[in-house]
Structure formats: structure tokens, C-alpha cells
């Protein structure tokens, strides 16, 4: 046996997946924009993948020739269907999507499509998807994040931009989805810090709940732990995987890691959940001595041509016969570091080797051009010794070791969804509401399906039976549908299709009066530059201290001329507070022959600091068109005193 060393990992944003850009002319001709899954799926809907060289079908062309992908259960070292059958999934790693649509690549939807597409000779049965946290916190290739890498915000924007249409798509084609949380070496630190903790809780907080409720996605907590490991940064101390200090490290690191675990199983009861191991998810060996607490976990491991990691039986092969093992990153080429290079004839056959003996799950590195080692080249067409081994090899297992059914002998789908209705259009939004479908094939209601002319859009979970759907363009006619989905993935046909029509652009603001000077208050005008003013008040007509006009009131009125059309906005609002809070009952508000006292006409309440409320024109009989002046009437009210003040009045 060889002694085993530390090693550098797979690739680095700035050494292995970035150093052979395209010049920045030749870049810009092949860069893809980034695109919404809709703007995604209408296109394909239409005119196929071909413009995009992916093949001819849209998204969903490929499903039938996909797998089931029902829940998945851990038996001893084994993944079973809920019919009892074994399942192990081969696939590929894509790249990170947010990386793929702001480079010159292709976008992760037709990507994910070329990987299962046996049209073109692929049969993925999994996508391994990298989530890195430079690419969530937006600070580019090359760089390292900071820990943490990226805020709530940031992350919430990353999934429903990338990695939803990710998720979404996998399930359209019939293949699962690892979502890999995707730290790793150069970019630290120590995964016992606490600046990660935070990071690492941060990420899982929001991914682990937001798919729960999907029976193909699989998370991986971690992609390569590194330090601490013994022997690391001391080329003097050669510490092996087999070692005892190596096995006193994976210890720590289960006791640092559980509850991280712990953390996704409180959000995602089901999800099969794949946890690495320090020095770059190489520790796989112990894990089939030392499991972590709770139920559906596997463990990754990761290998190139790292002659310290041979034999793979060993390293590999024999925890896979106690515990889940996925090999979730391998691979090899033809040039660079020395762990990266090796052949089909030698590194080749060892893996085919290790995977005819073993019930390993693996997912080959990488499905790309750049990041190192590349399967393919700029045409998405593969050019890669290993790259063309294991194509073949998902091509000889395409129908080996699948799941056998959408789960659990459930094979009746559930009712359709009735009574789906328009509750709101926006100029970019439609709210929908629907009465709820009933299931009795005995798996249970999972979600809703919403569709939009004709395709998938998004999910809800069971027991919500409203949506809105958003992104859309103003002025613009769509057709909607819901479909009702059980546990063991059986869908109800549709039900009864309704249309809508978004509302025009909503305009820019327009400000009445800002009190801010210019014009000054006393010169009676507006910020239209029309008459304005007041009177009555225990202050004369109120008077303008901080940019706020403050009106001391015992009756008294306010008048501010608008003599143009606002009919294009929707509100009038007030940005206003009181002395007290509570005197939204102390005077009406009234515009081209409507309003009422303000208490009456909105929602919104006064408090002790500044806030808007705002009155829907409509409802309160305004009409917008011949709106005259707004006029506020202290009389009208409940005959209080008090003092408010109004530090703007606009239209929206």
C-alpha cells in the first residue's frame, strides 16, 4: 500500500476552471445570457433545443426516456424504492448555475437536458449540482469568499434565480438533483470555525426547507471539508486515510458535522442527505465504522488519479459494504497536476473496477468545458478520454439498478384541482386561488402544479390552494392551469384552464407634495405647480419644520390641486404620523368625488413614526381622471384634537 499524502482538490476557481477563457471579444460572441426558467421554457416550447445545441425536444421531451424518481429509503449499505428495489444512481456534475448563465456556457436548463438526453448519447440518471458560495455572494471567479460568503438576501435571490429552474428541470427530464453545498480548498476556512458554522447554518436553513417537500432532490452537506487534518501543512508527517490520527480527525468531524445533519432533517424528513469528510471528502473510510445519528444518510467520497488513494476497494469499496457510498467527484485527464492526470487503461479500469464490485453510486467530474477535468469541449460535444468512457458506461447502465415505480404500489392519480380562479392582476404578477383535489390512492397530496401556457412554472406544497405567479409582462394575455400531485409522484390531469391579462407598466411616481422647501410652502404651490394650502388649524395653516408640514388641528382643511390625469395610478398615499398614533379617524381624505374619513377608506394606520398609507383610488370611489384636488378635511372626522404631520403626499 502507498503512503498516503494531503492533496490539492480537484479545481480551483482561478488555477483549473478559469485559466483558458476565451478573450473577451471571442467570450462576449459565446456568451449566453442569463434567462428565467419561463423565458427558458416558452422558447423551447416553440422552436426545440437546436439553436442551443442540445438536441431537437423541449424540456419534458426527454421525461419518458428519464427514471421514476420516488423517495428513497437507506437499508444497511443499500438504497431502495418504496417497492423494496435497489436503486443506484450514475450520473454527471454539471457547473454552478449562477456560473453558467453569466458565462459563456450554456444556461443550467438545456445543460441538464444534454445530460439525460439519450438522443444524444447521454443517460444521467442524476445531476450532482455545485452551489458555491462566491458564485451566492456574487464576488466572481477566482476569488475567495469571506465566511460567511453571502447574506439571507443574496441566497434567497441565487435559488429562485438558479437553482429552482435547476431542481425543476431535473424533474422534468426524470433525474434526481444532488444539491451540493459547495466549499472548498483554496477558499477555506478550517470547517470548525465558527465563521463557517454560521454559513453552513445560514445555507441549510433556507435550501433544506425549500425543497422538502421534492422526492428526486438529494442534499450534500458539505463538498471538501479540508482543514484541520493531521499531517496538513507538514510535508514531513505523512498521515494516512488508515491511521489512527486520521481516524481520532473523522471523530472530531462527525462531532462537529451532526448537527449540521441534524439541521437539515428538522426542515426535510425525506431527503436522502450525503455527508464528505475532511481532506477533500477522502476519509470515506471511516465512515462505515463511525456513522452520524439519524436516518437516509449516505457518505461521498472523492478521488482523481491520487495514487495515495489506491486500491479503491479499499478507501471506497470497503465502506460501501456497511454504509451508502457516492462517489458524488472523479474523473481524470491528460495534462496538469499530477492527481488530475491518468488514462482510461489504468485510472479508467480502476474505477470501472471498483463499481463492478461495489454498490457505490457516482457522478463523474465534471460535465463541462473549463472546470478541470472537462468532459467536453466548447460545442458540448465530448472530448475527453474519460469523458467518453463513461459516457459509454451510463449508456451500458441505463437500465440497470432503477427505480421500479413512483412508489409504494400507489399508482392512482389524484383528483383534479376545481374552481381555479384570477383573485388579482398586477402589471407583472397574476394571483390564483383553486379548490383543493383529493387523493385516494393512499400516498397522500404532495403539491400543486401551476402551469403557464401550457408549461410547468412552480410548485406549492399541499394544503396551500393559492399562488401568485410572477415575472410576467405587462399587457400581456396568459393561460393558467393547476394539476395536483401525490407522494409517490402520480399527477392529476389538469383542471379547468382560466386567462388573464396583466395591467399596464405601473408609472413612475408622482409626487403631489414633498414639503421639502422647493416650492416653499408659503408660496402656495405644489410640487406640480398648482395651488396649494390650508387653513383653520390651532396653527394658522400648519407650517413646515424638518421637510414635514405639521398641522395642529381642531377642525381645519388642506387643499393641494393635482388638474391632470392620474387614472394610470392605482394609490394615493400619505406619508404621515401623529403625536399620539390612532388619528386615521380624525379627518377624510377626498379626490375627484371620493374618498371618506381615512379610517374608512384604508387599512393602513397613523403611528408615532413616519409610515405610508396608502388608498386604493378605485375602491374608494376616486375617480383619477377628473381628480380635481386632494382635499383633507378635519371637520369630518371624529371631532378630535391632536397634531399630525405630513411629510409627502404622491400618487403610485
Known amino acids: 500500500m502507498t503512503t498516503d499524502q494531503p492533496t490539492q482538490p480537484t479545481e480551483t476557481d482561478e488555477s483549473t476552471t478559469d485559466r483558458d477563457e476565451l478573450p473577451d471579444e471571442e467570450s462576449e460572441t459565446h456568451r449566453q445570457s442569463s434567462r428565467s426558467r419561463r423565458s427558458f421554457l416558452q422558447t423551447t416550447a416553440v422552436a426545440g433545443l437546436a439553436g442551443l445545441g442540445v438536441g431537437s425536444g423541449a424540456v419534458g421531451s426527454a421525461a419518458a426516456a428519464g427514471i421514476p424518481t420516488p423517495w428513497l429509503e437507506v437499508d444497511g449499505n443499500l438504497l ?38 439519450p438522443g444524444e448519447g447521454w443517460h444521467a440518471h442524476v445531476i450532482r449540482l455545485p452551489m458555491q458560495p462566491q458564485d451566492i455572494g456574487d464576488h466572481g471567479p477566482g476569488t475567495a469568499a469571506p465566511t460567511p460568503g453571502f447574506s439571507q438576501a443574496e441566497l ?46 445560514l445555507f441549510w436553513n433556507e435550501v433544506a426547507p425549500r425543497y422538502s417537500d421534492r422526492s428526486h432532490v438529494i442534499y450534500e452537506l ?28 473523522y471523530l472530531y468531524w462527525r462531532e462537529t458535522a451532526q448537527p449540521w445533519v441534524d439541521l437539515i432533517r428538522e426542515h426535510a424528513s425525506r431527503n436522502l442527505i450525503v455527508i464528505g469528510s475532511p481532506r477533500w471528502s477522502q476519509f470515506t473510510y471511516w465512515a462505515g465504522e463511525h456513522e452520524f445519528e439519524g436516518d437516509n444518510l449516505a457518505y461521498a467520497g472523492h478521488v482523481y488519479a491520487h495514487e495515495n488513494l489506491r486500491p479503491l476497494s479499499t478507501y471506497f469499496g470497503e465502506p460501501s459494504e456497511e454504509v451508502p457510498v457516492f462517489m458524488s467527484e472523479f474523473g481524470y485527464g ?27 453510486h457516482w457522478q463523474v467530474w465534471c460535465f463541462d468545458h473549463t472546470w478541470s477535468p472537462g468532459m467536453l469541449n466548447r460545442d458540448y460535444e465530448v472530448d475527453s478520454p474519460h469523458g467518453r468512457l463513461f459516457k459509454e458506461r451510463l449508456r451500458e447502465k441505463r437500465n440497470d439498478d432503477l427505480p421500479a415505480s413512483a412508489g409504494g404500489g400507489d399508482e392512482t392519480p389524484p383528483s383534479a384541482p376545481s374552481n381555479l ?8 404578477s397574476v394571483g390564483l386561488t383553486w379548490d383543493a383535489a383529493s387523493d385516494s390512492g393512499g400516498s397522500g397530496l404532495a403539491t400543486y402544479a401551476l402551469y403557464l401556457d401550457g408549461a410547468l412554472d412552480h410548485r406549492v406544497t399541499a394544503g396551500t390552494t393559492a399562488t401568485e405567479v410572477s415575472g410576467l409582462l405587462p399587457e400581456t394575455t396568459y393561460e393558467f392551469a393547476v394539476s395536483a400531485i401525490d407522494g409517490a409522484g402520480n399527477e392529476s390531469s389538469q383542471s379547468d384552464s382560466v386567462t388573464a391579462t396583466t395591467n399596464p407598466p405601473a408609472s413612475e411616481r408622482l409626487v403631489l407634495n414633498d414639503f421639502d422647501g422647493d416650492p416653499a410652502w ?56 401623529g403625536a399620539d398614533g390612532g388619528e386615521e379617524s380624525a379627518f377624510a381624505v377626498e379626490l375627484g368625488g371620493g374618498g371618506g374619513v381615512l379610517a374608512e377608506i384604508t387599512d393602513d394606520t397613523i403611528g408615532t413614526s413616519f409610515s405610508t398609507v396608502s388608498i386604493d383610488m378605485a375602491a374608494a370611489g376616486m375617480d383619477g381622471a377628473s381628480p380635481g384636488a386632494v382635499y ?7 371631532g378630535t384634537n391632536g397634531t399630525i404631520e405630513i411629510d409627502e403626499i404622491w400618487f403610485e
Open 156 to 201: 434567497q435571490n441565487y435559488l429562485a434565480e438558479y437553482v429552482d429552474p435547476a431542481v425543476d428541470a431535473a424533474e422534468e427530464v426524470g433525474a434526481y438533483i444532488m444539491l451540493d453545498y459547495h466549499r472548498h480548498y483554496p477558499e477555506g476556512p478550517d470547517w470548525d470555525s465558527p465563521a463557517l458554522d454560521e454559513e453552513i447554518r
Open 334 to 360: 491528460t495534462e496538469g497536476s499530477p492527481y488530475l492526470v491518468g488514462t482510461n487503461e489504468v485510472e479508467g479500469q480502476q474505477f470501472l473496477d471498483l463499481f463492478d464490485a461495489h454498490d457505490i
Open 632 to 638: 383633507l378635511d378635519f371637520w369630518s372626522g371624529d
Open 522 to 577: 408659503a408660496d402656495s404651490r405644489n410640487e406640480l405647480g398648482n395651488w396649494c394650502g390650508a387653513g383653520s388649524f390651532a396653527n394658522d395653516d400648519g407650517e413646515v419644520a424638518d421637510g414635514a408640514l405639521v398641522l395642529e388641528y381642531d377642525g381645519g382643511w388642506l387643499q393641494s390641486y393635482v388638474r391632470q390625469d392620474v387614472s394610470s395610478f392605482s394609490t394615493l398615499n400619505l406619508q404621515v404620523r
Open 80 to 117: 431502495r424504492d418504496p417497492d423494496g428495489n435497489k436503486v443506484i444512481l450514475r450520473g454527471v456534475n454539471v457547473i454552478d448555475p449562477a456560473r453558467a448563465a453569466e458565462e459563456w456556457r450554456k444556461n443550467i436548463e438545456p445543460l441538464i437536458e444534454l445530460a439525460t438526453d
Open 222 to 249: 458539505y463538498n471538501e471539508p479540508n482543514t484541520p487534518y493531521p499531517g496538513a501543512g507538514d510535508p514531513t508527517d505523512d498521515v494516512g486515510v488508515t491511521d489512527p490520527r486520521a481516524e481520532e480527525n
Open 421 to 428: 380562479a384570477v383573485t388579482e392582476t398586477g402589471s407583472e
